[in-house]
């Protein structure tokens, strides 16, 4: 069972995902509001944030701003009438960690749920459960922070830059395959024939340094320690 907040101003919305996120066993609490969302986001006590876009107060893209800018890595699913390719990435580069659109399907809902709480779960215990950051191959995450230094020096990245940079580090010296990589990183939002897998990697590899993610031909990429 899963703590999950919902932040939907929308009264007969928040009370069907509340109902059915229930019914799949999750325990619910329910915020109308940006303000309160963000206190309840932030109480450390929920496991994953359901968000609407289109609150009274603070926007949602706000909220999530401010939830990540306070170190918090709990998985975000942004629901929202938004659908426009603008709001879609600026949601994902903005720290969430998936995106639908309504109307939607709640099935599809609860697979996207189930996916990120897993990968959650995952990323906890391949990291150690409440480590604070992770270094290897001269690079220092900060996961509380969400900032990244090579040899003592702070370089941007945005959040999927991160994400990816997070994983390849939480497995350094490990293979993993393009797949892997965008299960854990893109979810649903990406068809498993792209490249953008490979584009990413070599946007860190410039940020990193070319040495620092070695290409395994027919396997995938490994980071080196």
């Not at 426009?84 to 998936?98: I, K, M, Q, R, W």
């Not at 410039?206 to 080196?224: L, P, S």
């Amino acid at each position: 069972m899963a703590r999950i907040l919902i932040v939907e101003d929308e009264a007969r919305i928040a009370s069907f995902l509340a109902k059915g996120l229930r019914a799949d066993g999750h325990q619910t609490t329910v915020v109308a509001d940006g303000p309160r969302g963000l206190d309840e986001a932030l109480s450390g006590g929920h496991d994953l944030l359901v968000l609407d876009l289109g609150l009274p107060g603070m926007d949602g893209q706000e909220l999530l701003g401010l939830l990540r800018a306070q170190g918090s890595r709990m998985p975000v699913v942004v629901l929202t009438a938004r659908d426009s390719v603008t709001d879609t990435v600026s949601a994902l580069e903005g720290g969430a960690d998936d995106y639908m659109a309504k109307p939607f399907r709640f099935a599809e809902l609860q697979a996207r749920i189930r996916l990120r709480l897993r990968q959650a779960q995952e990323k906890a215990q391949a990291g150690g459960g409440s480590r604070d950051a992770v270094e290897a191959g001269g690079v220092r995450l900060d996961l509380r922070t969400r900032r990244a230094t090579v040899a003592g020096g702070e370089v941007d990245l945005s959040a999927r830059e991160f994400a990816l940079a997070e994983i390849f580090m939480l497995n350094a010296g490990q293979v993993l395959s393009r797949e892997q990589l965008l299960d854990h990183v893109w979810g649903y939002d990406f068809d498993p024939g792209s490249n953008v897998v490979d584009v990413y990697v070599g946007y860190l590899r410039r940020k990193f340094g070319a040495g620092t993610i070695a290409t395994v031909r027919g396997m995938g990429y490994r980071f080196e320690r």
